[in-house]
């Protein structure tokens, strides 16, 4: 029964290795994760997470100086956290009701 499942499995991964030999352009987007649209929805969230990391990091710097120079700074960095917090949470909601749309879910 074992040496059968083997045998199986061994038939499937060679059939799998085959089509993905002879897949064109197209099959090969799809069997390498997906299409355009996904590899760049996918960047552009990634993109957004670091931006709000980023000014998240130097408003944490920027809060452990001090002066008035520093509290500017710190003011300014909250305000751009925020706003790349927006951009960041807009492209996640487009994202999400693009591949729900694309994929008939």
Request: aromatic share 8%.
């Amino acid at each position: 029964m074992i040496a059968l499942a083997q045998r199986d499995v061994m038939r499937v991964s060679i059939s799998d290795k085959t089509a993905f030999a002879t897949a064109g352009p197209q099959q090969f987007a799809q069997f390498e994760g997906g299409s355009f649209m996904d590899i760049l929805l996918t960047v552009l969230i990634a993109v957004s997470l670091l931006a709000v990391v980023a000014t998240f990091v130097i408003g944490m710097f920027a809060f452990a100086r001090n002066g008035k120079e520093a509290g500017a700074l710190l003011n300014r960095m909250m305000a751009w956290r925020v706003k790349t917090q927006v951009v960041a949470i807009a492209v996640l909601l487009i994202s999400m009701w693009l591949k729900t749309r694309t994929s008939g879910v």
